[in-house]
């Protein structure tokens, strides 16, 4: 039997990404097989994201357009935090889905989908909704598939226990549950025979992670730094509240650890901290700060912040312009409040105007890339460790990887840039002839002198490599963690 195509349009954050990957794991399970081509598909799942009311208009729009294009016999599901979030009366904003699932019961999918395929079958005209409450008591573990060959995403802990008045997210993802050091280590083992080089670890609050299994995220660095294979890790999103200075010294110390810390603050000044409910001052979280940079003074930095919040005054927003500079970001993802159901700050008044929102995002963004640009000058002339994950989107002529600290770059490999066609070579055999060149480098460490900083990535130039391993390269080129 020809195998059925999968198609998959994920919306949100890496939680959702890496649902993605599951639901293609499982879907692999019961012959379907991954496509790029949404016409093409006998499944389309819209994975969605509730974060902002933006991204529900645009799950609304792609269900809409799916409903009405449909590949004749095909099915569509929804899944994600809006279907989570809104339960039962998900059929009214998505009509066009024939099957509804919510992030608890992911696990699920197969049986859902095998179930609507029944249904279709019997010319049953019956959508297949199901969403549970809470999370199962014991996760089922389930096949992955990822996308990425060397770089893997790992749940270390679903949910979370704060509760931000802006933020769906305990509605849609639930309470903290922290997987276990052993099972972690497992699956982590696994990627590395498999022959992935970077972790990042997942959860909507990491530095949270084991606080309700009595360990805690330093502990489970160390754990994970001994798995032999994996180069490099990482870990993604910290709170300020939970993160300690334990968990600092052990990112200094552990050398496969990337100096690179994602870290919201959210507002820059305290009174909206406050009515944020985030449970920290600005002068704690600069601590952090500056515990950080006196650890590790080249450490990369990122964070958020919501512009807008309720009642935020222009000098309140100004502390936010302030924190951006004072902090130095590497890069801040910024964005305009948007009220959401469920949630406390959505029934408070907003006397401010949408055209004064946008005002400000756009000199918040301006400040935030200028210092992302000058932060980023601190890489010019630097040799970097750079893992190659593919070829550059803008110029497939270039490789394309992250730095150890994470930031994006593109690099140049002598000699290839400036290839040409052999004669009787057309324009499509010299790009196939530069892909297969280049393809020795996926997946490798390679040494880079940095020529260009951009605001958001960096161009540098190949001096040596591939290196399996970063470590020896390192010692090679005699440069210090
Ligand atoms: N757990 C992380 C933390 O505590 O910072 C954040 C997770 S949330 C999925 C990602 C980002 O979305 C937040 O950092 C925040 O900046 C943004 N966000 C969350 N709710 C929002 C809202 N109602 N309006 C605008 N942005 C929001
Ligand atoms: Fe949302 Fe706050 Fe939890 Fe982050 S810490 S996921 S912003 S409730």
């Known amino acids: 039997m020809p195998q059925k195509k999968v198609y998959i349009e994920t919306l949100g954050c890496q939680m959702n990404l890496a649902d993605t990957e599951r639901m293609l794991g499982m879907l692999d399970e019961i012959d379907y097989t991954p496509t790029d081509i949404r016409e093409e598909a006998d499944l389309s799942i819209l994975n969605s994201c509730s974060i902002r009311e933006h991204a529900v208009d645009k799950m609304r729009s792609y269900i809409g357009l799916w409903d009405k294009k449909r590949k004749p016999g095909s099915l569509i599901a929804l899944a994600g935090c809006v279907a989570q979030q809104e339960g039962a009366s998900i059929t009214q904003i998505a009509p066009g889905a024939d099957i509804v699932i919510g992030t608890h019961n992911i696990h699920r999918l197969p049986d859902l989908v095998l179930q609507a395929q029944k249904n279709q079958a019997e010319d049953i005209h019956e959508r297949v909704i199901e969403i549970w409450e809470e999370l199962p008591e014991d996760i089922p573990e389930v096949p992955i598939l990822r996308k990425n060959k060397y770089h893997a995403w790992v749940n270390i802990i679903y949910g979370c226990n704060y509760r931000c008045t802006y ?72 709170h300020p509240c939970d993160m300690t200075y334990e968990l600092i010294e052990t990112v200094a110390a552990l050398p496969k650890v990337a100096k690179y810390f994602h870290i919201p603050i959210q507002a820059g000044n305290d009174g909206v901290l406050k009515r944020m409910a985030r449970r920290y001052t600005y002068a704690r979280y600069m601590e952090l700060i500056s515990y950080i940079r006196k650890l590790m003074p080249q450490a990369s930095i990122t964070g958020d912040i919501i512009v807008g919040f309720p009642g935020e005054t222009h000098e309140q927003f100004m502390d936010s312009v302030k924190a951006v500079r004072e902090i130095r970001y590497d890069a801040c993802i910024t964005a305009v409040y948007s009220p959401r159901p469920y949630t406390p700050a959505a029934d408070w008044e907003d006397p401010i105007s949408a055209e004064e929102k946008n005002e400000r995002i756009r000199l918040l963004n301006a400040v935030s890339a200028e210092v992302a640009e000058e932060q980023s000058k601190r890489y010019l002339g630097t040799t970097q460790q750079v893992l190659v994950e593919g070829l550059s989107q803008r110029n497939p002529r270039r490789l394309a990887g992250r730095i150890f600290d994470n930031k994006t770059t593109n690099v140049d490999v002598p000699g290839i840039s400036d290839l040409e066609a052999a004669p009787g070579e057309s324009e499509a055999e010299l790009s196939q002839r530069i892909s297969k060149q280049l393809e020795q480098y996926f997946g490798k460490t390679i040494g880079v002198k940095i020529t260009k900083a951009h605001a958001w990535a960096l161009r540098g130039e190949l001096i040596s490599g591939p290196s399996q391993n970063e470590k020896n390269l390192r010692k090679a080129l005699a440069i210090s963690d």
Not at 173 to 193: F, P, Y
Not at 201 to 217: C, E, F, K
């Open 167 to 238: 933020c769906i997210v305990p509605k849609t993802r639930g309470d903290q549950r922290s997987r276990s050091i052993a099972e972690i280590k497992r699956e982590i083992e696994t990627l590395a025979m498999e022959g992935f080089k970077e972790i990042m670890l997942l959860g909507q609050n990491v530095d949270g992670y084991g606080l309700d299994i009595g360990t805690s995220l330093a502990a489970l660095l160390r754990e994970v730094h001994e798995v032999e294979g994996i180069e490099r890790i990482k870990f993604l999103t910290s």
